[in-house]
């Protein structure tokens, strides 16, 4: 069994990983369970498989979500790839790492069908170790030029905006304290927080903008108010975002959506089953809550590429 170098995976390139995840949703083929949550005190222990005919992947993660302050990732644990014939493990690899990874891909997959052509302006709610993923993400998406980030902790804002700088030197990147006053000039919002509360308020979208919500991972908690949703077309990654979503709970739980406000998810607009944006006025809003298969994925196309 190969054990990958975190460095490697870090390095993967975000091009090949996103063509991949659209191959492996269009394809089909995949099982996928839901997965095993159980909830401790201050975050939650997560056990993800994923099969499909040439190889099984297994991910063992914990959330705790008081990490990030510890200078300790909120996310950590292992992901293990197997073949699916003999049973036998191919390679492993640090979950956070690759779960960072594969969820910005994710983004920015959706992002083809959902975001306009023309969207130049990113907006990051939060400044954690997804978020640097999730700008190299966008960016490969769309041509975006500018780049604003916001946090609780301005500093960790202003400092990611810097070395962000130096790693794509055609965006423009600044750290902003006032967020409302930002939202409505964005073109895409991607928020990866773990506020509890909702951050991103649906009255100050301006149409044709694309939200990204990829930070909530519970029925109780979300990054976008009703309003956010209630003017939105919603795509999911999986059916697993029905079922945990507090973005989605919420809402609908309030009155302000009826389910079949959920237009559909990747594999509909990987095989192109369903139509994404309609048109340039159009809000819309991608869930993920992250599923297996985008594990099963990404693990493959990195032990391709690494021999």
Known sequence: MKILDDAVVRATPVGGM???????????????????VHKLDGGGLYLMPSWSDGAIVVKLATFVAENPARGIPAVQGIVLLID???????????AGIVTNLRTAAVSALASRHLS????????????????????QAHCHARPIERVSIWSRNSAKASELA??????L????????????????????????????QPLLRGDLLTPGTHVDLVGAHSPATREADSAVIARASIWIDTDAARAEAGDLIIPLAEGAIQPDRIV??????????????????????FKSVGAAIEDLAAMQHIARLTG
């Open 18 to 36: 996103i063509d991949c995840l659209a191959e492996t949703f269009g394809r089909g083929g995949v099982t996928t369970p839901l997965r095993s």
């Open 84 to 94: 699916r014939d003999t049973g036998s493990p191919i390679a492993a690899a640090e």
């Open 116 to 135: 306009r052509t023309d969207s130049r302006h990113l907006l990051l709610f939060g400044a954690g170790s997804l978020a640097p993923y999730l700008v």
């Open 162 to 167: 810097k070395t962000l700088s130096e790693e």
């Open 169 to 196: 030197h055609d965006v423009e990147f600044r750290g902003v304290e006032d967020v409302d006053a930002v939202v409505p000039m964005a073109d895409i919002i991607s928020c990866a927080t773990n506020a509890p």
């Open 264 to 285: 559909g998810d990747l594999e509909m607009l990987c095989r192109e089953t369903a139509r994404g944006r309609i048109d340039d006025a159009e809000i819309t809003v």
